[in-house]
C-alpha cells in the first residue's frame, strides 16, 4: 500500500513541474487500488477547502472556532445537494 500525505497531493496539483513528474512516473507502475490518503491529509484538505470558501464567501454564522457546529456547516454546505443531508442531522 502506498499512503499519499498532503504534500503528494499538492505535487499532483502543479503538473509540469520536476516533482509531478517524479511522482507520476513513480505512481505510473503502482496498482491504483494499492493507493489510498489517511483521514489526516481529507481532514487537511477539507480545512484548505474551508478556508478558501471562506475567503471567497465570508464567514458563515453557523460555523465557530470550537467546531460545534459542524452538523450545521454540513447542511449548509451538502444540504442543497443532497435533501437527504438535512434529514440526517436531525
Do not use: C
Not at 500500500?1 to 513513480?26: C, F, P, Q, S, W
Amino acid at each position: 500500500m502506498i499512503l499519499l500525505d498532503t504534500n503528494h497531493l499538492a505535487t499532483l496539483k502543479y503538473r509540469g513541474t520536476e516533482r509531478y513528474v517524479r511522482l507520476t512516473a513513480r505512481l505510473a507502475g503502482v496498482d491504483k487500488e494499492t493507493i489510498g490518503v489517511t483521514v489526516i491529509t481529507v481532514e487537511e484538505q477539507f480545512r484548505g477547502w474551508i478556508d478558501q470558501q471562506l475567503q471567497i464567501f465570508g464567514p458563515l454564522s453557523s460555523i465557530n472556532s470550537t467546531g460545534a457546529s459542524a452538523t450545521s456547516l454540513f447542511t449548509d454546505v451538502a444540504g442543497p445537494m443532497d435533501s437527504s443531508a438535512r434529514l440526517a442531522s436531525t
